[in-house]
C-alpha cells in the first residue's frame, strides 16, 4: 500500500497538495466565528449533489416541468426528502451568506490586502441569489409562475435594450418551453460552472492572505486540520440538522397548483430573502420602478463593492459598519412589512387557500387517473367540475345567487342575493326548507326574488301564497304526505350524496309518486309530474336531474319551466355566456358529483 | 503560491493526514471525529439522492399485455409473415398515454386457427428484424442474425437464440390477440424484461 501511495506521490506530488491544504496557519486558535465560509461551501456540495439526481428526474417544458417535480415530490420514494434538502438549504444559504459577510466585515477581513477577495465573495452573493431567481420557477407552479413574470418584466425596464434582454431572457414574448429550458440551462448549467471558478479563486486568495485573525488572540495558534475542521464540521452539521428539521416540519418544500396562465394567482410572492426588494417596488409609481427595480438596490450593491476602498479613508471602517446594519436594517424592515402586509390581507389568504387547495386536487386527480394526460396537469384540473365549478358559480351565478352562503369561492356577495341559495339544490333538505312557511321568504329562497317582492300592484306568485297560507295551516296527515312527495320530486334528481337513502325509501318515495299523480295537495295543478300534466310551473320530471338542470340553464323561460313568469334567470344556452363543457361543469359541481 | 486546495470544509473527503506523533491520541481523536462529523454530513444529500435514484429498481415488473393487433380473415392463410404494429396504453413516469407505440410483431397464418406471433425484436441486441421474401427468411440489418422461416437460428449467427415466440389468443370474433412482451437480448434463455 504505500509503495502505490509513495509511486502515486512521485507522479502527482498529492502529499504537499494534500499538506498544504490542510495545515493552514490558523493565528489565535481555532473559533466559531471563521466557520462560515465553510458551511457556505459544505451547503454549494449539498446543492449540487441534490441538484444532480433531482436532474435525473426532472423535464423542463411546459407540459412536464409541474408534472416530473410532482413526481419526484410525491410518487417517487425518497424524492420529497430530496427536494426537502435542495429547497431549504437554498433558504439556509441566505442567512449563512449573511453571517459570513458580516463576520468578514466586522473582523475586518475586507480591507488590503484582501479587496478582490472580497469582490470575488460579493460576486459569490449575486450568483447565490440568481441560481435561487432561476431555481424558483422551474417547478413551474403557480407561485413560481407569476412571480417570476414579475422579474422578468423588471429587465424590460432596462434603459435602450430592456425589451430584446427580456425576450432573450424568456425566450419569447410570453413565457413557455423556452423560458424553463433556458432557465434550467443557468440555473443547473452556467450559474453552478461560474460560481465553482469563484470559489475557487475565492478560497485560493485566502489561502494566498492568510485568515483574518480576531484580535485580541485569546489562545495560542492552533493549525485548520484537524482543529478548525473539527469546529467547522460541527457547524455543518448543525446546518444539516436545521435543514432536516425544516423539510421534516414543512414535509418537504411545497409544490403549488400547476402554471395557469389564465388564471393570475394573486398570491404570487418571491422566496422571503426577496421581499424586501418585492416590498420596494411598491413605493414607486409608474415608470419609476426602476428607482426599486434598479437604481436603490443598484446604489446599494455599489456602496458594498466601494467598501473596501472607503475602508481607507479615517473613519472608513466605521463608515462601513454603519451602511453594513443599515442595509441590514432596511432588508429586515422591508422584509417584515411585507411580511405583515400579507399576514392581513384576506384577499391574498384567500388565494394562498384556494393554491394549496388546487395543488392538493391535482394531486388527487393525477393519483384517480392513474397518471397525468399528454397536456399536462392542467388538463386534469381544467376538466374536474370540484375545481372549476366554484369558479363558474362565482364568475356566472354569483351575481344573484348564493352557495351555502358565499360565492363558491369562500367570498361575500357585495350585494344580498336576489336568488335562492343553491347549496343542496333538489335535495330533500333543500325541498324541506322551501316548503316551510318560515323559510321561503328569507334570502336563501325567494326572499330576494320577484315572487315575494311582486311589482306594485301584483300578488306573491302562487306557490309563495301556496306555501304562507295552505302549508302553514297542513294538518299532521298532510304534513306527512309533503314529506312524502318531497322525497319522490328529490328521488328525481338521483344525487351522489343522497343515493343510500333513495335506495333505503324506495316503499316512501313510491307513496309519494302516487301521491302527485292523484293531485294530493294540489301540485300537479302546476307541475307537470311524468305522465300527470301539469301547468306553468317548472316540470318537475326528473327535477334537479343533470338533463333537467342543463335545460333549465340553457332557458329557464322555457315553457317546461318558468315560462312567462321567470324572474331575471338569464338563458345561458341562448346568449352561450356558457359553453356546453363549461354548463356540464357547473352542473356536475352543484350536484356533488 | 502557497495553497490551491478549494475545500476548507472536510466535505470532500479528505485523505489522510500524516500519522499523527505517537501517542497524541488527542489529535488522533480529533482527526477521527472530523471524518466521522463530515461523512455524515456528506451521507445525508447522497442518501437522500440515491434513495430516487434506484426508484426503478423497486417498481413492479410489467407482466406483458394483451393487444389486439388484426382479425383473422386479415391474415391470409399461406400468406408470408406480416409485420403489424403494437399500440398499448402505458403510463411513463408521470404520463399516462392513451394508445403509446411500444413495438412491433410478425403475425403468420399457419392453419384456420392459427396464428404464430414472432417479437420483430432481434434477440441478439434488440435491433428490428425484417422479412426477406426472395430468401424466404428473417434478417437482422444490424449484425447480420439470421432466422429461417420457423424463427430458429440460421448458423453461423450473432444470436444467442431464435426469434421470440409471442403467446397468441383467436377470440370468439375472430380478433387475433397477442401477448407484447419484451425478452432479455444476447441470452439463450429466452427471459422476459421485468
Not at chain 1, 469582490?119 to 431567481?133: C, M, N, R
Not at chain 1, 446594519?325 to 400579507?342: E, K, N, R
Not at chain 1, 393554491?355 to 387517473?369: I, M, P, S, V
Not at chain 1, 329562497?445 to 306555501?467: C, N, Q, Y
Amino acid at each position: 500500500m504505500k509503495a502505490l501511495l509513495d509511486w502515486f506521490d512521485s507522479r502527482t506530488g498529492y502529499r504537499k497538495l494534500v499538506k498544504t491544504a490542510l495545515f493552514e496557519h490558523v493565528p489565535g486558535g481555532a473559533r466559531w466565528r471563521y466557520v462560515w465560509g465553510s458551511t457556505l461551501t459544505f451547503a454549494i456540495v449539498v446543492q449540487f449533489i441534490t441538484g444532480f439526481f433531482l436532474w435525473m428526474n426532472y423535464s423542463p417544458s411546459a407540459q412536464t416541468a409541474w408534472e416530473s417535480v410532482h413526481y419526484i415530490n410525491d410518487v417517487m420514494p425518497g424524492g420529497w426528502l430530496l427536494r426537502g434538502i435542495h429547497h431549504f438549504m437554498a433558504q439556509v444559504m441566505v442567512p449563512l451568506l449573511v453571517l459570513h459577510f458580516m463576520q468578514v466585515i466586522i473582523d475586518r477581513a475586507y480591507q488590503a490586502p484582501r479587496e478582490v477577495n472580497y469582490w470575488f465573495g460579493l460576486g459569490l452573493l449575486v450568483l447565490t441569489l440568481a441560481i435561487s431567481l432561476t431555481g424558483y420557477l422551474l417547478p413551474w407552479d403557480q407561485r413560481g409562475y407569476w412571480s417570476t413574470k414579475v422579474a422578468t418584466n423588471l429587465i424590460s425596464g432596462v434603459p435602450l435594450i430592456g425589451d430584446q434582454m427580456q425576450r432573450l431572457v424568456v425566450g419569447d414574448a410570453n413565457y413557455g418551453h423556452h423560458t424553463l429550458t433556458r432557465f434550467f440551462a443557468m440555473h443547473a448549467g452556467l450559474l453552478p460552472a461560474l460560481m465553482v471558478l469563484l470559489i475557487i479563486g475565492h478560497v485560493a486568495l485566502f489561502r494566498k492572505h492568510g485568515l483574518t485573525p480576531k484580535l485580541p488572540k485569546k489562545k495560542k495558534d492552533a493549525m485548520f486540520f484537524p482543529d478548525q475542521v473539527l469546529v467547522d464540521a460541527v457547524a455543518c452539521l448543525a446546518v444539516t440538522v436545521a435543514v432536516l428539521c425544516l423539510v421534516w416540519w414543512f414535509r418537504g418544500a411545497e409544490l403549488g397548483a400547476p402554471a395557469n396562465p389564465s388564471e393570475p394567482f394573486s398570491a404570487a410572492r418571491p422566496d422571503w430573502y426577496f421581499m424586501s426588494l418585492f416590498q420596494l417596488l411598491k413605493f414607486f409609481q409608474g415608470e419609476n420602478v426602476i428607482w426599486g427595480s434598479l437604481i436603490i438596490p443598484g446604489f446599494v450593491f455599489a456602496l458594498l463593492m466601494l467598501m473596501p476602498l472607503l475602508g481607507r479613508w479615517k473613519i472608513g471602517h466605521r463608515f462601513n459598519l454603519f451602511v453594513l446594519f443599515a442595509a441590514l436594517a432596511g432588508f429586515g424592515v422591508l422584509t417584515a412589512i411585507a411580511f405583515t402586509h400579507d399576514a392581513r390581507d384576506t384577499h391574498y389568504r384567500t388565494a394562498v387557500a384556494q393554491g394549496h387547495r388546487d395543488a392538493e386536487r391535482t394531486k388527487q386527480l393525477a393519483k384517480a387517473n392513474q397518471g397525468i394526460p399528454t397536456e399536462g396537469a392542467l388538463a386534469l384540473l381544467r376538466g374536474d367540475p370540484l375545481t372549476q365549478g366554484p369558479r363558474l358559480f362565482a364568475s356566472q351565478c354569483a351575481s344573484c345567487h348564493t352557495y351555502d352562503g358565499h360565492d363558491g369561492l369562500g367570498a361575500q356577495l357585495p350585494e344580498p342575493p336576489t336568488a335562492p341559495d343553491l347549496a343542496g339544490f333538489g335535495s330533500r333538505d333543500w325541498l324541506r326548507g322551501f316548503m316551510d312557511p318560515a323559510q321561503i321568504e328569507t334570502p336563501k329562497f325567494f326572499g330576494g326574488t320577484a315572487f315575494v317582492h311582486p311589482k306594485p300592484g301584483e300578488k306573491k306568485s302562487r306557490m309563495v301564497r301556496l306555501i304562507l297560507d295552505d302549508v302553514a295551516k297542513y294538518s299532521a296527515e298532510e304534513k306527512a304526505q309533503l314529506e312524502k312527495i318531497i322525497a319522490a320530486i328529490s328521488a328525481e334528481a338521483k344525487l351522489p350524496a343522497q343515493k343510500a337513502h333513495d335506495v333505503r325509501d324506495t316503499v316512501l318515495i313510491e307513496e309519494g309518486r302516487k301521491l302527485l299523480a292523484d293531485v294530493t295537495l294540489d301540485c300537479t295543478d302546476c307541475h307537470k309530474f311524468h305522465d300527470t300534466a301539469g301547468g306553468k310551473a317548472p316540470d318537475f320530471t326528473g327535477y334537479g336531474s343533470r338533463e333537467w338542470l342543463a335545460e333549465f340553464l340553457k332557458n329557464p323561460g322555457h315553457e317546461r319551466f318558468y315560462g312567462k313568469h321567470n324572474d331575471r334567470m338569464p338563458a345561458f344556452g341562448q346568449t352561450s355566456r356558457l359553453t356546453a363543457r363549461e354548463l356540464d361543469l357547473l352542473i356536475r359541481w352543484l350536484r356533488g358529483e | 503560491m502557497r495553497a490551491m486546495s478549494n475545500d476548507p470544509s472536510p466535505s470532500q473527503g479528505i485523505p489522510a493526514p500524516a500519522p499523527a506523533p505517537e501517542g497524541d491520541r488527542r489529535e488522533f481523536l480529533k482527526s477521527a471525529a472530523c471524518f466521522a462529523l463530515g461523512g455524515v454530513c456528506v451521507l445525508v444529500p447522497v442518501v437522500a439522492g440515491v434513495t430516487v435514484l434506484i426508484g426503478p429498481l423497486r417498481r413492479p415488473a410489467a407482466d406483458g399485455s394483451w393487444v389486439e393487433l388484426t382479425k383473422l380473415d386479415g391474415l391470409k392463410l399461406g400468406g408470408a409473415p406480416r409485420l403489424f404494429q403494437v399500440f398499448v396504453e402505458r403510463t411513463d413516469a408521470w404520463t399516462r398515454h392513451g394508445r403509446n407505440a411500444v413495438g412491433a410483431v410478425f403475425l403468420e397464418r399457419l392453419a384456420e386457427n392459427h396464428v404464430r406471433a414472432f417479437q420483430a425484436a432481434c434477440p441478439h441486441l434488440g435491433c428490428a428484424v425484417e422479412w426477406r421474401g426472395e430468401e424466404k427468411h428473417f434478417f437482422c440489418p444490424c449484425h447480420n442474425s439470421a432466422f429461417s422461416h420457423d424463427g430458429a437460428i440460421i448458423n453461423p449467427s450473432p444470436s444467442a437464440r431464435g426469434l421470440d415466440t409471442l403467446e397468441v389468443a383467436i377470440h370468439g370474433d375472430g380478433g387475433v390477440w397477442v401477448k407484447f412482451q419484451d425478452f432479455k437480448a444476447g441470452v439463450k434463455q429466452k427471459l422476459p424484461v421485468a
